[in-house]
């Protein structure tokens, strides 16, 4: 009954490849996001999507797209993987995307780039 | 541009002892803060909220007190428990930002028996 998933949890792959990073919420939310937590242990905010359309897209490579096959689904596909993009990705969802919701995070992937 | 910072990387306290956590921010549109707590291997997950036309707000054990004239929260537990061995995340955001959370690095938080 996990609220927000994500696949894999782990992922270690050589620079150059492309993955992709899934995440599913079983709330009901209308709002999805994508955040990156690098060595810092900063968490940023790469992406969100509402129903679908997106609606937050921050300074993020091109070789990053996010899609989202339904409201309850948004997978993060990355191309031509580089070391820098070792981190921990968070899926994350809220009811709304309202500045006062309350956002229900995934337990993370962590994403190891060789 | 780090908007949200938490300059405590870590912090010892002895079980049932009071822990206070310390957020600054920058950015005087901030409107509504947050606190969100994480354990290892797992995401993080929503603690306690404040918005700006309160100074307060207590939920159990748990307190947050917002000083917008300083841009500074603060979390105080009391009393702190094992259990609350955990990395905590102060959070800011406006309105009108679309859920767009700025995060500060997390402050490591160890109870001693």
């Known amino acids: 009954d996990t609220a927000v998933s994500q696949t894999p949890k782990y992922l270690v792959t050589q620079m150059g490849n492309d993955k992709s990073i899934k995440c599913e919420q079983n709330?009901?939310?209308?709002?999805m996001y994508w955040y990156k937590q690098d060595s810092k242990k900063f968490l940023k905010i790469m992406f969100s999507?509402?129903?679908?359309?997106?609606?937050i897209n921050e300074t993020v490579p091109n070789r990053f797209s996010p899609k989202s096959p339904d409201k309850a689904h948004l997978n993060l596909h990355i191309n031509s993987l580089e070391l820098g993009d070792s981190a921990v990705y968070f899926c994350?969802?809220?009811?709304?995307?309202?500045?006062?919701?309350?956002?229900?995070f995934g337990p993370g992937t962590r994403l190891l780039v060789l | 541009d780090q908007q949200v910072k938490q300059n405590s990387p870590s912090l010892s306290v002895q079980e049932g002892r009071i822990s206070i956590l310390n957020c600054d921010y920058t950015?005087?549109?901030?409107?509504?803060f947050l606190w969100y707590k994480k354990y290892p291997a797992e995401g993080p997950t929503f603690l306690i909220s404040?918005?700006?036309?309160?100074d307060k707000n207590e939920d159990g054990r748990f307190t947050v007190f917002l000083n917008k004239s300083a841009k500074h929260l603060s979390l105080h537990i009391v009393p702190s428990q094992p259990g609350d061995s955990a990395v905590y995340f102060c959070a800011a955001s406006m309105t009108d930002s679309w859920g767009k959370f700025q995060f500060g690095a997390g402050t490591q938080v160890v109870v001693t028996p």
């Open positions: 709330l009901g939310h209308d709002t």
């Open positions: 404040i918005s700006s036309i309160k």
């Open positions: 999507y509402n129903n679908k359309e997106l609606i």
């Open positions: 950015n005087s549109m901030f409107d509504y």
């Open positions: 994350a969802s809220s009811r709304v995307g309202q500045y006062q919701e309350t956002q229900y």
